[in-house]
């Protein structure tokens, strides 16, 4: 299949027209660049007058499609005018092929056409006055230097500030993308937290809630019913609290994005005994030194989800939570009974999991968590290291 041959923008067949038209009105009043009678005239007549100016003009229409063949054609125009009469009209569209080959041009003619023209502009000056030793010699070399290096300098002056202005285009579009893409991986981020901390905060008083609401309308036992109603109430109590303070958070335009009152370490005792109130047997064993605030919160939250998983999965036995500072940072140990249940006591997502992992992540420390086997039987432990500094050696085990 044939390729067409480009067409040339709207413009240029107007530049074209205009330079043809103005060319023939001068030639029309009987305008030209010498007298009929002038020695440097060796074809006289409107005939020879007219092909170079056709020629020129018809080059106009290649100015942006073929900038370097029109330039071509549009010297070899030139040159034959230079026999004629001459014309205004063909030394003004010159100019403009000129300009039009450096702007448009390939980079490399863009840099060589100002350079060739300068020094043609200069052996045009030095060259005649060296052989003639009249000064009338010099305005041959100004006469080239406005057809040619002027024009051809222009166009590469407008051409660096083109260029200049497309590279800035560039980096703006560059610098938008990157900031949408900082934007989004923003909001992903903080929809991921905003995820970890409404499951750490409300996903215990709810399990609680299920396992108790449960038990209630299996049992009845009207006292253990009213015990099991009063653990509902407790935890749904919680849970709304700690609901209203999430969407308070979430409402607030401050820029504080944090809970009103973090959780720390101090506070595992507490919540020991809340998962004792809900039937787990647990044994805390805490020996830390004060921690970053990051890392603190994160402890807290993996031993938070760690009993909430225990309550919905664990089997009948002890719940071992123990905290020690290791040579890696603030080690985190949590056990309990593994096996011996078909079903859990509530229904879960694996989302505790997974968000244990992404805290622990986010401070570049290590996670696992899987079975074990124990000394009374199969265990479920779920192991983090927090990278702190100022730590002191110990063992978790």
């Not at 009987?30 to 002038?38: F, K």
């Not at 071992?320 to 879960?348: F, K």
């Amino acid at each position: 299949m044939a390729l067409r041959p480009p067409r040339p923008p709207r413009f240029d067949p107007w530049v074209a027209l205009a330079g043809l038209a103005g060319g023939l009105l001068l030639w029309g009043f009987g305008l030209s660049m010498r007298r009929a009678n002038d020695p440097q005239v060796l074809l006289d007549g409107g005939g020879p007058l007219l092909v170079p100016l056709v020629v020129i003009a018809g080059c106009e229409l290649l100015r942006r499609t073929a900038p370097r063949t029109a330039l071509l054609i549009g010297t070899l125009a030139l040159a034959a005018d230079t026999v004629t009469q001459g014309s205004i009209a063909t030394i003004v569209m010159y100019t403009d092929l000129m300009y039009a080959a450096v702007l448009y041009g390939t980079p490399a003619t863009a840099r060589r056409l100002p350079r060739i023209t300068g020094i043609l502009a200069i052996a045009a000056t030095l060259v005649p006055y060296a052989v003639w030793r009249v000064p009338e010699a010099l305005l041959i070399g100004l006469v080239v230097g406005a057809v040619m290096f002027t024009p051809a300098s222009t166009g590469l002056i407008v051409r660096n500030h083109r260029d200049a202005a497309e590279a800035a285009r560039l980096r703006a579009e560059q610098t938008a993308l990157l900031a949408e893409t900082d934007r989004v991986q923003a909001v992903t981020a903080e929809r991921a937290r905003m995820a970890r901390e409404l499951h750490d905060m409300v996903a215990n008083h709810l399990s609680a809630i299920a396992i108790h609401s449960t038990a209630a309308l299996s049992l009845e036992d009207e006292r253990t019913s009213r015990e099991a109603l009063a653990v509902i109430r407790e935890n749904s109590v919680q849970g709304l609290s700690e609901m209203r303070r999430l969407i308070g958070i979430l409402r607030d335009g401050t820029g504080d994005r944090e809970p009103a009152v973090t959780p720390t370490l101090d506070g595992l005792g507490a919540l020991v005994e809340g998962a004792r109130a809900n039937g787990l047997d647990v044994t805390l064993d805490a020996a830390h030194h004060p921690v970053p605030a990051p890392v603190e919160l994160a402890a807290y939250r993996i031993v938070q989800e760690s009993l909430t998983n225990a309550l919905k999965h664990a089997a009948p036995g002890k719940v071992t939570v123990r905290l020690r500072h290791l040579d890696g940072g603030l080690g985190i140990r949590v056990s309990s009974p593994y096996g011996g249940r078909d079903t859990p006591r509530a229904p879960g997502s694996g989302a505790g999991l997974v968000g244990m992992r992404e805290r622990v992540a986010l401070l570049d420390g290590t996670f696992e968590a899987g079975p074990e086997s124990g000394p009374d039987g199969g265990l479920w432990v779920v192991r983090a290291c927090l990278p702190v500094t100022d730590i002191t050696r110990g063992e978790l085990e």
